[in-house]
């Protein structure tokens, strides 16, 4: 099945299970200091769930949302159906821990190790576009120095 809008899916919690990713500060190489609030890592997180559910050919919807609490990063991934959700934790491992309103809910930890699981079966990130998002970048920036005072 597809994936679906977080809200559409997660919106009726006692009709799915939940899976809890917590972003160690080893995943993904770590923090960087030019994303001090770590969206790229947060971001690459989310979508390596998302290709990795699609990768699984889940028998019903999903829906993966990016969250922080407190500083804790996260990574929710909402399912539908009670195979897929022990196929997602077959492959995330981690724990189950109390459902509270989901039908259930596990947590695990995306370290580099987990990482490397993921990547197995959800494939490298598809680069297309990366270079017309440079160029853009380029042509907006060299632009915006056209507007620029310059004591040169």
């Known amino acids: 099945m597809a994936r679906i809008a977080w809200t559409d899916l997660a919106g009726s919690p006692g009709a799915v299970y939940l899976l809890e990713g917590e972003l160690m500060p080893c995943f993904a190489g770590g923090r960087r200091d030019d994303d001090p609030f770590d969206s790229a890592r947060l971001r690459f997180a989310a979508n390596l769930m998302v290709r990795t559910c699609s990768h699984l050919k889940l028998e019903g919807p999903f829906a993966v949302q990016p969250s922080r609490e407190g500083n804790r990063l996260l990574i929710h991934c909402a399912v539908a159906e009670a195979a897929d959700f022990?196929?997602?934790?077959?492959?995330?491992?981690?724990?189950?821990?109390?459902?509270?309103?989901?039908?259930?809910?596990?947590?695990?930890?995306l370290?580099?190790?987990?990482?490397?699981?993921?990547?197995?079966?959800?494939?490298?990130?598809?680069?297309?576009?990366?270079?017309?998002?440079?160029r853009t970048a380029a042509r907006e920036a060299e632009e915006q120095s056209r507007f620029r005072w310059s004591h040169d």
């Open 86 to 109: 022990a196929r997602l934790a077959e492959v995330a491992g981690g724990r189950e821990i109390e459902a509270l309103l989901w039908r259930g809910r596990r947590d695990f930890q």
């Open 111 to 134: 370290d580099e190790a987990r990482h490397d699981a993921l990547l197995a079966i959800a494939g490298p990130p598809d680069g297309r576009g990366a270079g017309r998002r440079a």
